[in-house]
């Protein structure tokens, strides 16, 4: 392998590491810490998922609805989206995975001040849902959910 390649790969090694690091796992919830507030954020989440092909349901702005009734919270939407084609094939494993379906993801932003995106692990879906035999739409949705968190969240 030429001295080129190891380089790539060095720094494709630090990319991933530094996305992995910022990443933590709570109960089946990853979250991933954003460069960018939560608006920008969003506004990149939701590009994303339309530039792969996947349907933007609703946008959900939690703190403007606070404002509404007189309340306070910390800049906090959610984005509904998805594809029937692949959420469709974890509820073949398991129907009642449609109380989780479509993905939501959350754009957030901590006490301190810090942004995050948080989402469902599709494997933490199939497993509290008892869906066997889906290991392949699992794994494609991971990836996929792990490359629009990148895409939202990165620099």
């Not at 933007?56 to 509904?80: E, N, S």
């Not at 009642?96 to 494997?123: C, F, I």
Request: proline share 3%; aromatic share 6%; hydrophobic share 50%.
């Amino acid at each position: 392998m030429g001295r080129h390649w190891k380089a790539v790969l060095a720094v494709w090694a630090l990319c991933v590491w530094g996305v992995v690091a910022l990443a933590a796992e709570d109960e089946g919830v990853i979250s991933v810490r954003s460069a960018h507030d939560v608006p920008t954020t969003m506004d990149r989440l939701a590009s994303a998922v339309r530039a792969a092909g996947l349907n933007v349901f609703d946008r959900i702005d939690h703190a403007a609805g606070a404002a509404k009734v007189g309340l306070t919270l910390r800049p906090t939407q959610l984005l509904i989206f998805g594809n029937p084609k692949v959420g469709t094939r974890l509820m073949h494993c398991s129907q009642r995975a449609a109380l989780d379906l479509p993905m939501k993801a959350l754009v957030w932003e901590d006490a301190n001040g810090h942004v995050w995106l948080s989402y469902n692990d599709p494997a933490y879906l199939a497993a509290r849902h008892h869906a066997q035999g889906c290991s392949t739409v699992v794994e494609k949705m991971q990836r996929a959910l792990h490359r629009l968190a990148a895409e939202a969240t990165g620099g």
